[in-house]
């Protein structure tokens, strides 16, 4: 996970008439975040949750974040570690500033990403930039294969002028955040998991396509308005987990209104998950030597 893992932003495509498919995935379950609080009690929905880990293999998390009542958000998510696995940082709406033990530092806002691959260790903190306002956004965990769980830290800001995208002839407009579609290279390209990360804003009556590897955990988060996928209708605050099946070769979303949704898929690790708070490794002799070592001071 070095810089250069980083992909180069592509001019847009000026048009784009989707993934020609065969038989696109249908919707498995519906899932409906979790309200909890995380950080100094920051306010949020814990869509994907612990329990979907294996079944949403590689991600490990997904936080939905969306309030204009500072008491939900201003205390932030103060110095804390994490090893093992990458996080992704989606801002809607605001500013949130990074600092980490590495010496990066970024300030996050409107339509910008934060990747940070945490690899061996990394202690950061994750505070608002506004005392008022609306503080929208998500946090994405990207396990990392067990092979690079102890790589150096690594971190990049993207503002939303960093991020490729295209629009379709249909009017969807599109954000690569990571991964490939319809011929535009994301921010991030990422060789093992192969992450699929999209930002969709689809005009009521749109159409898009997407080409998925049938071996891709995929999953569609909305969370504006409502989409429907083979007939299952999705309305905003809800994930759809799409069924695996040898045959499909993709996904086919219909837009019932305006609406704006999440589209990510990746490569199963198949690997052990083992998790204990902000440490995702293979072995529990592992998470044991991840405690001692943030104890000890031993992170970057």
Do not use: C
């Not at 909890?36 to 294996?54: F, I, M, N």
């Not at 806002?109 to 505070?127: D, F, K, Y």
């Not at 946090?139 to 102890?150: F, G, I, R, T």
């Amino acid at each position: 996970m070095t810089p250069d893992s980083a992909a180069s932003p592509k001019p847009p495509a000026p048009t784009s008439r989707g993934d020609a498919l065969t038989l696109p995935r249908r919707v498995e379950r519906l899932v409906a975040g979790q309200p909890t609080s995380d950080g100094a009690g920051v306010k949020l929905d814990r869509v994907l949750t612990q329990s979907l880990q294996r079944r949403l293999d590689p991600f490990l998390m997904l936080d939905a974040f969306h309030s204009d009542n500072p008491d939900d958000y201003l205390a932030g998510f103060p110095d804390h570690p994490h090893r093992g696995f990458e996080t992704v940082t989606f801002m809607i709406e605001g500013r949130m500033r990074h600092r980490d033990s590495a010496g990066n530092e970024g300030l996050i806002e409107n339509g910008g990403v934060q990747w940070m691959t945490a690899g061996s260790g990394v202690i950061h903190s994750e505070l608002p930039e506004q005392q008022d306002g609306l503080m929208e956004g998500f946090q994405l965990w990207l396990n990392l294969p067990s092979a690079d769980k102890m790589r150096p830290p690594w971190y990049r800001d993207f503002t939303a002028a960093d991020l490729p995208g295209f629009q379709t002839d249909a009017g969807v407009r599109v954000v690569v955040i990571a991964g490939r579609s319809h011929g535009i290279d994301g921010a991030v390209l990422r060789a093992g998991t192969e992450p699929l990360y999209l930002d969709l804003e689809m005009p009521a009556g749109s159409r898009f396509t997407q080409s998925l590897p049938a071996s891709r955990n995929a999953f569609v988060y909305v969370y504006r308005g409502s989409l429907e996928i083979e007939g299952t209708t999705i309305p905003a605050g809800r994930m759809a987990i799409l069924a695996n099946a040898a045959d499909a070769d993709g996904v086919a979303i219909r837009a019932t209104e305006d609406a704006r949704a999440l589209l990510i898929a990746g490569e199963p690790l198949r690997e052990p998950i083992v998790q204990y708070g902000p440490f995702v490794m293979n072995t529990t002799d592992q998470i044991r030597q991840a405690v001692a070592d943030f104890q000890a001071g031993r992170l970057a």
